[in-house]
């Protein structure tokens, strides 16, 4: 059978896409390819679930205007299916010198892009979370940020997808699209269609490499890890985050919890030499390593992006001492005994780097071939711009 429309990958963009396919097309044939046996294997079943606002992105850039617009429609979906959510809001607080220096400008970036936002005073701070490391006497406040459960999301529209007809194929790995006559290549098949979207995520620009798509970019994998809050007393009412380094695709150290009352703080960001390499002993390969490892060292001599700067100071967090170190600029009350490494949190970040400008891609790339378009660098706000993103991918795709 021809389909109108093969997705590969299932994940948060792959689900979307085919919901916005199947609403503006709502006769197509769709068919979902996906190696995992489930959607939830990568970053979207593996990140903090925060329905972001839009304040840190360059305005103008898809990970502003997709992320706002996104984060609404997601918002409105999970409200809908009675899924859970915590509007719990955001609190943001300079965690160093430069960081302070930084609150200023953060601030102006979300004002730009639209999104609600307050200072807060230090005392404004201490009333509103106590537990806050309040060095700076300044703050900001982002109402609309929000937190909800990417699992459950994923199975909602999974559910709902089925419903429309759409088909998801599970342990089905794509291993090239030929883009002549847009037939889709697997370990165990070949299915045609009128038009692919390559939405793997971290295999996204392998993918794309094998379908013979030529530009620029290196893969640079950052692993994100968090590590849980025992003490059953902690509690904040609002998500805490530092003013990040705005240079840098990454957020730093925040917390984040579940409906179940569980609190995390994380997710880190250091460098690792495998796709899919969540702990050392898993999805290990010798020869991904080798490529992964060779690219990273390169720049991290050379120091290209501060990478020297951001690999050192990430590898601090690796150890529990380093970890609570920088944890307790942000929060205070934290100590050894009541942390510990979380196993069921820790995610990959499908980081792209631009070897002209020399810099971790900080926006959203998508290319168009004539049969296929691929996502790449479908990083943080993907999961909270995903529908948005979705509409967009159609658009772009002109199909
Ligand atoms: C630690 C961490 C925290 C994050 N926190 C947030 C957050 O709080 N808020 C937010 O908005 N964003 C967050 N993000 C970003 C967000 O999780 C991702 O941007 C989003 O999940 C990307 O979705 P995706 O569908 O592109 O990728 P994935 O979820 O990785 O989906 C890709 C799918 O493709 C499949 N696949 C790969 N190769 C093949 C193949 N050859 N054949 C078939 N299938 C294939 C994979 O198995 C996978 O299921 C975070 C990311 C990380 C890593």
């Known amino acids: 059978m021809k389909y109108d429309f093969i997705i590969v990958g299932s994940g948060i963009i792959g689900l979307t896409l085919a919901y916005k396919l199947k609403k503006k097309f709502n006769n197509s044939k769709i068919l979902i390819l996906e190696k995992e046996k489930d959607s939830i294997q990568h970053g979207s079943g593996r990140n903090s679930g925060v329905i972001h606002s839009g304040i840190y992105y360059e305005p103008g850039s898809l990970r502003a205007t997709l992320g706002v617009q996104g984060g609404r429609e997601l918002k409105e979906y999970i409200k809908t299916k009675r899924l859970w959510i915590d509007e719990c809001g955001k609190i943001l607080v300079p965690t160093s010198q430069n960081s302070y220096e930084n609150t200023e400008q953060l601030f102006a970036r979300g004002i730009e892009n639209g999104v609600v936002i307050k200072k807060l005073s230090g005392e404004q701070i201490a009333n509103l979370e106590p537990n806050i490391n309040n060095k700076y006497n300044i703050g900001l406040h982002v109402p609309f940020t929000s937190i909800a459960d990417p699992k459950e999301v994923s199975k909602s529209l999974i559910g709902d997808l089925i419903d429309l007809g759409v088909e998801i194929q599970y342990q089905e790995a794509v291993t090239k699209i030929e883009e002549e006559g847009c037939k889709i290549h697997t370990v165990n098949s070949t299915y045609e269609c009128t038009h692919s979207f390559n939405c793997s995520g971290l295999h996204s620009d392998a993918i794309a490499k094998k379908s013979g798509l ?8 950052f692993k994100g890890k968090y590590w849980k809050i025992l003490d059953s007393n902690f509690s904040l009412k609002h998500l805490v985050y530092p003013v990040p380094d705005l240079q840098y695709p990454f957020l730093g150290l925040h917390t984040s919890h579940k409906k179940n009352g569980d609190f995390f703080i994380g997710p880190s960001s250091t460098p690792v030499f495998g796709r899919e390499q969540y702990d050392w002993n ?22 290209e992006n501060k990478l020297r700067t951001l690999a050192l100071q990430e590898s601090r967090l690796l150890t529990k001492g ?7 600029k942000l929060i205070t009350g934290i100590n050894k005994k009541n942390i510990t490494a979380s196993n069921e949190k820790v995610g990959i970040r499908s980081q792209i780097f631009d070897p002209q400008s020399k810099t971790l ?35 772009f795709s002109k199909i």
């Open 282 to 303: 898993t999805n290990f390969s010798v020869s991904e390593a080798i490529t992964i490892g060779f690219s990273f060292v390169k720049k991290i001599i050379s120091n």
């Open 361 to 395: 891609v900080n926006d959203f790339v998508v290319i168009n071939q004539k049969h296929c378009t691929h996502v790449l660098n479908a990083i943080s706000p993907a999961w909270t711009a995903s529908f948005s993103f979705a509409e967009y991918l159609i658009k």
């Open 322 to 328: 380093g970890f609570l170190k920088e944890i307790n």
């Open 214 to 221: 030529e530009f620029r970019y290196s893969f640079l994998p």
